[in-house]
């Protein structure tokens, strides 16, 4: 009988797919977010020996022990938050996560909400296709000798330190969980969040969610930030309390914010946030590029393979229960 995954949430990468068929293996997918009761009947009727989560409210138990054959999960992608990993290590079940694969395009996002707030590029676009051609205004920043706050240095914070670098930022970082060599040659180690968020003139989240970093950006630490200092979210909406956010920009506490992502996703119609015009949005594309879906594919469809054929899986894409 050959192997069954199914992908929740829309198909892998071609790539993907093409590492899946060369292994014999039945590659299935559904479209995004489907709703629950539907899946659990696809699931008992499918019975995947695999699930690769892309677009999907919430992998829980009742989904995992939905199909009696599960032998693993894979996240495409990096943040992990929408599989209950408890869950899934209590019913031995591994969680795979493409770890790094995208990291590149969100740094790259990251550092072009920093260039496009800097550069009041969305306002300026604006202006020029409404028939305006006033330079007077114009009140441009560089990046260069500001200090760039990165609250998580792993496989994007250090992307985002290493890009940061020919732009003439000077970059410190907030990380509790690595070692002082793992925070690399261009970023300064600070041990507290509260100095990072008083020393930085932009603040770059790329820490996970979990129930510390859950809110972690609220009223007391955006109230910890210089008043023109902006801060960048590509990492989860959850960080960071968005009316506590709505307040600070309202209040001129913080000069402006670059967001990639919220809470929920997606974002009301008639989020506050929409109001400002030192906020520039997108639709959670950071690691969403051709190529990084294309990687994420890969490494994806990589590891489950070598995992549904007892092979080895190097230990840092296995996601292990806080
Ligand atoms: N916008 C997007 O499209 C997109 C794409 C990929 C990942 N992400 C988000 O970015 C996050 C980071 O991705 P990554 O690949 O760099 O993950 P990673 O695991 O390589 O790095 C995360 C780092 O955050 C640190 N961390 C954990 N808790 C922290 C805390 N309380 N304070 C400060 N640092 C803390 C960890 O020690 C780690 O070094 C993901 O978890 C995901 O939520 C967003």
């Not at 995954?5 to 997918?29: C, H």
């Not at 770890?99 to 590149?104: K, L, R, T, Y």
């Not at 732009?167 to 690399?184: E, Q």
């Not at 600070?248 to 929409?274: H, K, M, T, Y």
Request: net charge negative.
């Amino acid at each position: 009988m050959p192997f069954t995954v199914l992908s929740l949430g829309g198909p892998v990468a071609p790539e993907g797919e093409e590492i899946l068929r060369a292994a014999g293996i039945v590659s299935l997918s559904t479209g995004p977010y489907p709703g629950k009761t539907e899946l659990l009947t696809l699931l008992a009727e499918i019975q995947p020996d695999a699930l690769v989560v892309r677009l999907i409210e919430r992998v829980d138990a009742e989904v995992m022990m939905a199909s009696p054959k599960l032998k693993a999960v894979a996240k495409h992608g990096a943040g992990t938050n929408d599989i209950d990993i408890a869950a899934a290590a209590a019913l031995g079940i591994p969680v795979l996560a493409a770890v790094g694969a995208n990291a590149h395009s969100v740094a790259e996002h990251a550092l072009t909400l920093m260039l496009a707030l800097a550069k009041d590029l969305r306002a300026q676009d604006a202006f020029v296709r409404g028939g305006g051609w006033e330079k007077k205004a114009y009140r441009g920043h560089e990046l260069r000798g500001r200090t760039l706050g990165i609250v998580g240095i792993g496989a994007i914070g250090s992307v985002v330190a290493r890009l940061a670098v020919p732009f003439g930022l000077k970059t410190i970082a907030y990380d509790p969980y690595i070692s002082d060599a793992a925070f690399g040659p261009h970023a300064e180690k600070v041990t507290e969040l509260d100095t990072l968020l008083s020393r930085a003139d932009i603040v770059s989240l790329h820490c996970p969610l979990t129930e510390e970093t859950r809110g972690m950006i609220g009223a007391r630490a955006l109230a910890a930030m210089k008043r023109d200092a902006v801060l960048i979210n590509t990492a989860r909406g959850e960080v960071v309390d968005e009316p506590s956010l709505v307040e600070a920009l309202r209040s001129g506490g913080i000069a402006a914010a670059g967001l990639d992502v919220f809470a929920p996703e997606p974002p009301a119609a008639a989020n506050p946030l929409w109001s400002f015009p030192n906020v520039i949005v997108s639709p959670h594309v950071g690691g969403v590029t051709e190529e990084a879906r294309r990687e994420l594919s890969v490494m994806t469809c990589r590891n489950l393979v070598a995992l549904l054929e007892g092979r080895k899986v190097d230990a840092r894409f296995l996601v292990r229960p806080a």
